[in-house]
């Protein structure tokens, strides 16, 4: 593996609200683990020596490190309080980073990222500058405009998936600018910058968790990966 300094931002925000849970979603049990905890495992494996940092509301900071402890046995991670924004949440983040090298930035409720798909990743951002994971639409796709909706061409459309992958040289200065309603992710704070991104091909399985039938689809997958 490339001798470059490796950084994962995991963001773990959620509130568990949409899964109808009092217990925020990223603390769920997902096979018997927490549900964040599965990608900070995977990242672990796939690239030894990789500086963790995950992001979360300030209020849960002290519940996962006892979480953390009890789930990830050895591997290093360093937990931030979080935002009002994603941007913000990654920005707080992102300032845990010193050295120049290659950042990844996950959402935790996305459990079933591959080593397979982080070392793409890598290797594309070590060439490229950034790897953003994309898959097609499979459905068809409209857009409602003053009332009347009208179809797109789902051949054009792409569904934007993490880990958003990037150059610290890249991802960090374009984090110095002021948040804006536009920016929905890593990609488009980078584009506003003026830099562009490179998509990478993503994996259908990469779900994000949002609802209580995600975590039966993410239990099926898991287990028919075994």
């Known amino acids: 593996m490339v001798n470059i300094?490796?950084?994962?931002?995991?963001?773990?925000?959620?509130?568990?609200?949409?899964m109808g849970s009092s217990i925020p979603?990223?603390?769920?049990?997902?096979?018997g683990i927490p549900l964040m905890c599965h990608a900070v495992q995977t990242f672990a494996s796939a690239l030894p020596g990789i500086?963790?940092?995950?992001?979360?509301?300030?209020d849960q900071?002290?519940?996962?490190q006892t979480v953390l402890r009890s789930y990830i046995g050895k591997i290093?991670?360093?937990?931030?309080?979080?935002?009002?924004?994603r941007f913000q949440s990654v920005s707080n983040g992102l300032r845990h980073i010193t050295e120049d090298g290659i950042v990844f930035v996950h959402d935790g409720a996305r459990p079933l990222i591959t080593e397979e798909l982080i070392l793409r990743c890598f290797k594309?951002?070590?060439?490229k500058g950034s790897a953003i994971p994309a898959i097609p639409a499979r459905e068809s796709v409209r857009i409602i405009e003053d009332g009347i909706s009208r179809p797109l061409d789902r051949e054009m459309l792409r569904i934007i998936q993490t880990p958003q992958t990037f150059r610290t040289?890249?991802?960090?200065?374009?984090?110095?600018q002021p948040y804006h309603a536009s920016f929905t992710d890593e990609a488009t704070v980078v584009e506003s910058y003026g830099t562009p991104v490179h998509l990478i091909e993503g994996m259908a399985e990469n779900i994000k968790v949002t609802h209580s039938e995600d975590m039966v689809i993410a239990e099926a997958l898991l287990r028919?990966?075994?």
């Open 5 to 18: 300094k490796k950084y994962a931002v995991i963001v773990a925000g959620g509130k568990g609200m949409r």
């Open 25 to 31: 979603k990223q603390f769920l049990p997902l096979l």
């Open 51 to 58: 500086h963790i940092i995950i992001v979360l509301p300030e």
């Open 61 to 64: 900071l002290g519940s996962a």
């Open 76 to 85: 290093k991670v360093t937990t931030v309080a979080g935002g009002d924004t």
């Open 124 to 127: 594309q951002t070590f060439e």
């Open 169 to 176: 040289s890249i991802l960090l200065p374009a984090f110095e």
């Open 224 to 226: 028919v990966r075994g």
